[in-house]
Structure formats: structure tokens, C-alpha cells
């Protein structure tokens, strides 16, 4: 059964401060997408990463993906509270829908 | 501009009832998808149509329909027989054919209570 696992599912951080969240998945898939959903809201896209090696950047948030390893990283940095919200990593295994990971809720303490 | 309107936003159904939640895209996609989120949960596929006239069940298909008349839009029905539609009803659309990224794009979503 194809699993996508995030770690950890819950993250209470401090302003200023960095961390990553890692997405783990379980079949072959040469794409990952990464979501933010805000509460009560929908999901927005954040990164698209469609290859091994594949990095992308955009503010505090830096996403990574070694396909090799079946994982995907989102790493934060100097955090700041605009950034609280529930993070959803996705992978599209091939002939298959879109299988999401459980989330993980990030929250920005000042 | 382009994107996936969802309708109502927020939607009270008395027990027993049908009500149907509408998606339409103008973004030219030729898939579409309907999912459902549980408070504090992740997103389960109920739904999806990659052609006009034709959708497949998904995860969680059993007391919900669908239909895909036109391209640009998704209906999904919430039936009686849906025991617990108390949720969170996201609509979302994709490009297939053609060099893409295969994102999903997402409505605003419905909320569905069940009185």
C-alpha cells in the first residue's frame, strides 16, 4: 500500500528559528508537490518539484527532493508567525491520482 | 481571471437530504477532482473525471455522485446515504495532455454541516 508520511505532524517553533519537515513515501514517483492550507482555508500551492535534485526556494521556505531516498524536505528559515499554517506534501505515483501526506501543523511563536 | 469557483461555501443540510455542491473551472483543465477533509485530517479522494461524459470513484466514493456534462464543470451530490458529510468539500482541477507540472489547483472549498 502506497504510504506518504510527514514528520513531525505537529511543530511549535520560535520566531527566528529554523527547522525542516520531512515527507516520506513509499512507491516510485518522479514528482512531489508541496501545499499550505491556512485554517478554514484551502490548499495553496508552494512548490513543485518534478526531479531528482530538484530545489526550490521562495522566502523562508527552501523545498528539496531525492527521489532515490523516496523523500522530500521543506526547511524553514528564521521562521516568522505569517508562516503558521498546515503543510501537505503529495506525490503522484505513476498511472495514479495524487496521494497526500496527514500534514503537518506549524506554529510560529513569537 | 482563471481559477475554480466553488459553491456554496457554507452549506446546512437536514438529515435525509440531497444537496449538491458545485465546481467550475476556467482554466481549460481536463481533470477534475473532488475531495473530502475531516477536521484535523488530510484529504481523501471521493471523485474524479479526466474526460467529459466520463469520472471514476475514488477512495471514498460510496454516498456521493458526480457528473461531468461540460468541461468546465463538476458537480458533486451529497446523498442521504452518506452517513457522516459533515466535512470540508474541496474541488480541484489539472492539467493531463501537454508539458505541465500536473498541479492540482484547488476552489475555496464548501462547508458541509449536517443539522
Known amino acids: 500500500e502506497l504510504k506518504v508520511e510527514q514528520n513531525p505532524l505537529f511543530l511549535s517553533m520560535q520566531e527566528g528559528k529554523n527547522y525542516t519537515i520531512y515527507c516520506n513515501y513509499s512507491t516510485t514517483s518522479d514528482r512531489l508537490y508541496w501545499y499550505r492550507q491556512d485554517p478554514g482555508k484551502s490548499l495553496e500551492s508552494l512548490f513543485v518539484l518534478l526531479s531528482n535534485g530538484a530545489v526550490k526556494q521562495e522566502g523562508r521556505l527552501m523545498a528539496s527532493l531525492d527521489t532515490k531516498a523516496r523523500l522530500s524536505t521543506l526547511h524553514i528559515t528564521a521562521a516568522v508567525h505569517d508562516l503558521s499554517a498546515t503543510y501537505f506534501c503529495a506525490v503522484v505515483p505513476y498511472g495514479q491520482n495524487f496521494v497526500f501526506g496527514p500534514g503537518t501543523r506549524l506554529s510560529v511563536l513569537p | 481571471d482563471g481559477g475554480i469557483t466553488q459553491s456554496p461555501k457554507y452549506l446546512f443540510r437536514k438529515e435525509g437530504q440531497n444537496v449538491t455542491l458545485s465546481c467550475e473551472q476556467n482554466l481549460n483543465h481536463d481533470a477534475m477532482y473532488w475531495y473530502r477533509q475531516d477536521p484535523g485530517q488530510g484529504l481523501r479522494l471521493i471523485y474524479y473525471?479526466?474526460?467529459?461524459?466520463?469520472?471514476q470513484k475514488g477512495d471514498i466514493a460510496e454516498g456521493y455522485s458526480v457528473s461531468r456534462e461540460k468541461k468546465e464543470s463538476f458537480p458533486l451530490t451529497v446523498t442521504s446515504a452518506q452517513k457522516n458529510p459533515t466535512a470540508f468539500y474541496l474541488c480541484?482541477?489539472?492539467?493531463?495532455?501537454?508539458?505541465?507540472?500536473?498541479?492540482?489547483?484547488f476552489g475555496e472549498g464548501s462547508r458541509l454541516t449536517v443539522l
Open positions: 480541484a482541477s489539472s492539467m493531463i495532455a501537454g508539458a505541465n507540472t500536473g498541479e492540482l489547483f
Open positions: 473525471s479526466q474526460i467529459v461524459n466520463d469520472f
